[in-house]
């Protein structure tokens, strides 16, 4: 007897074809190398992706002498390495850094996002 026509007269069986789909439809979609960590936001790329380009800046933060930096879903500061690639400076709105000896600079996009402060209006708080 095939495989499929097993399959198909076990499937029949009242008591076993709903767990057994079950455990089939789970078995079928985890895989680890499909999961993804539930920390990092949709658009975050592995690193063997993005290491063969240039260096994406997501966001920079700057207080007093602190500068730090996120690039490519990490944080990093100056001289740091990211791959092949060695963090030299963080501005306000871009990076420096080397790599294979060559330095490059990566900028933040100009759509970054803005913060908004509501003040509250006469409410007497």
């Known amino acids: 007897m095939k495989e499929s026509e097993q399959m198909i007269r076990i499937l029949r069986a009242r008591h076993v074809s709903v767990p057994l789909l079950a455990l089939m439809a789970v078995a079928t979609t985890s895989r680890a190398d499909t999961l ?3 920390t990092q936001p ?3 790329r592995s690193a063997p992706e993005t290491m063969a380009g ?3 800046v ?4 700057l207080s007093g002498e ?3 930096a ?3 879903g990490r944080l990093l500061r100056q001289g740091e390495r ?3 690639a060695v963090i030299d400076e963080i501005h306000a709105d871009s990076i420096r850094y080397t790599r294979d000896g060559v330095s490059h600079v990566a900028r933040l996009p100009k759509s970054a996002m ?5 003040v509250a209006t006469g409410s007497g708080s």
């Open 82 to 84: 990211l791959g092949g």
């Open 58 to 61: 997501e966001a920079i933060f």
């Open 114 to 118: 803005t913060v908004r402060s509501d």
């Open 42 to 44: 949709a658009n975050v």
């Open 70 to 72: 996120i690039v490519n």
């Open 36 to 38: 993804r960590d539930p």
């Open 66 to 68: 602190r500068r730090v």
């Open 54 to 56: 240039a260096l994406k």
